[in-house]
T-cell receptor
Framework: DTGVSQDPRHKITKRGQNVTFRCDPI?????LYWYRQTLGQGPEFLTY????????KSRLLSDRFSAERPKGSFSTLEIQRTEQGDSAMYLC????????????FGPGTRLTVT | AQSVTQLGSHVSVSEGALVLLRCNYS??????LFWYVQYPNQGLQLLLK??????LVKGINGFEAEFKKSETSFHLTKPSAHMSDAAEYFC???????????FGTGTRLKVLA
């Protein structure tokens, strides 16, 4: 078990560009989550998948954000027309279907929008 | 809306001293509760969790937390701090019926030699 992986670990982009992040969960985990963490704050929930179905989205997830999990395995988070306020650490987590939802977190993707 | 409050964004303790990190939640129905630790440039790692079983929960690295419904608290303690405990600690709740976490703002623990 290699844990949750995220790619890239760091991304620098110019305002207005589109970016896409990838998350590979622990292989047997059905649930996948995206969070955003800004400096000095705790992670904030963005969205959640159970298998390929996106079951919950936060109000934080504006129209510029879209997440997919096409085959119930890896997930992508895309941000269109990035803004400086999008600069943050984007965290992915996964959890199994059974039991209490202990989430396993990846190392995150740090986005800097210049 | 449910919220989590962590009192003290920075806590300093001497090596060997008691560690106490505070967490209070707002909910009329006790949620599931978690403590995570985050080391620099690493992902969040689960320390312990409360899931409606024993109110005193033991976790990894000598940490434990006590769920107190009357005080809506879930404070994290460790009897004797070690230099390796220096990190940021997050309390999180998962309201029953949902799967998302609501995190506190975190407490950065500094351990003094």
């Amino acid at each position: 078990d290699t844990g949750v992986s995220q790619d890239p670990r760091h991304k620098i982009t110019k305002r207005g560009q589109n970016v896409t992040f990838r998350c590979d969960p622990i292989s047997e985990h059905n649930r996948l989550y995206w969070y955003r963490q800004t400096l000095g704050q705790g992670p904030e929930f963005l969205t959640y998948f159970q298998n390929e179905a996106q079951l919950e989205k936060s109000r934080l997830l504006s129209d510029r954000f879209s997440a997919e999990r096409p085959k119930g395995s890896f997930s992508t988070l895309e941000i269109q027309r990035t803004e400086q306020g999008d600069s943050a650490m984007y965290l992915c987590a996964s959890s199994p279907l059974d039991g209490v939802d202990e989430q396993y977190f990846g190392p995150g993707t740090r986005l800097t929008v210049t | 809306a449910q919220s989590v409050t962590q009192l003290g964004s920075h806590v300093s303790v001497s090596e060997g001293a008691l560690v106490l990190l505070r967490c209070n939640y707002s909910s009329s129905v006790p949620p599931y509760l978690f403590w995570y630790v985050q080391y620099p440039n690493q992902g969040l790692q689960l320390l312990l969790k409360y899931t409606s079983a024993a109110t005193l929960v033991k976790g990894i690295n000598g940490f434990e937390a006590e769920f107190k419904k009357s005080e809506t608290s879930f404070h994290l303690t460790k009897p004797s701090a070690h230099m390796s405990d220096a990190a940021e600690y997050f309390c999180a709740v998962s309201p029953k019926g949902t799967y998302k976490y609501i995190f506190g703002t975190g407490t950065r623990l500094k351990v003094l030699a």
